[in-house]
């Protein structure tokens, strides 16, 4: 089974802080994908990487792929309360048609 | 900026009943999968379509469950006779191919509620 453990599953902030949410296996994937995803809606990719190693920013946002490529983070600078909402993990495994979601990070930024 | 779209956006179901679940994948996409999500739970991967046949499915795809693209542009999800478990969203997604961090773009969903 590959699971992926997110980590914090909460995490509520004040505005400005800076935070960063883990994401964990033991599996070796080829690429792992973070999505947001708003109450009753689909998630939304946000970033994709897929060498070990790999550093992704997105305006506040960056987003980093373990050497091994068993895991993730990502790290938010200066956090404001339009950050808040659930962070998803998902990755996928080379030959595989799917993709194995973590449990989510429940993120709240309050002003 | 393309999209996934699904219909309808909620539907709501007798124990027993069948159900049709329909998306329109991005049009260039040669992958589609569906995904359901029970509330409070995670995402759960359950098929994959490509050229017209399931490439992969989870356990939780059983006889239950079957998927159809009809035509060019439409790809349902059919599940034969609801169960109150059933319950969940689910979502559609597309991608241009298939693994190797090609990105899945997911729709919106559609909630099946069985009563």
């Known amino acids: 089974t590959q699971l992926l453990e997110q980590s914090p599953q909460f995490l509520s902030i004040q505005e400005g802080e800076n935070l960063t949410v883990y994401c964990n296996s033991s599996s070796v994937f080829s690429s792992l994908q973070w999505y947001r995803q708003e109450p009753g809606e689909g998630p939304v990719l946000l970033v994709t990487v897929v060498t070990g190693g790999e550093v992704k920013k997105l305006k506040r946002l960056t987003f980093q792929f373990g050497d091994a490529r068993k895991d993730s983070s990502l790290h938010i600078t200066a956090a404001q309360p339009g950050d808040t909402g659930l962070y998803l993990c998902?990755?996928?495994?080379?030959?595989?048609?799917?993709?194995?979601f973590g449990q989510g990070t429940r993120l709240t930024i309050n002003p | 900026e393309p999209e996934v779209t699904q219909t309808p956006s909620h539907q709501v179901t007798q124990m027993g009943q069948e159900v049709i679940l329909r998306c329109v994948p991005i049009s260039n996409h040669l992958y589609f999968y569906w995904y359901r999500q029970i509330l409070g739970q995670k995402v759960e991967f359950l098929v994959s379509f490509y050229n017209n046949e399931i490439s992969e499915k989870s356990e939780i795809f059983d006889d239950q469950f079957s998927v159809e693209r009809p035509d060019g542009s439409n790809f349902t999800l059919k599940i034969r006779s609801t169960k109150l478990e059933d319950s969940a969203m689910y979502f559609c997604a597309s991608s241009e191919l298939g693994t190797g961090g090609t990105e899945a773009f997911f729709g919106q969903g559609t909630r099946l509620t069985v009563v």
């Open positions: 998902a990755g996928e495994r080379r030959g595989a048609q799917k993709l194995v």
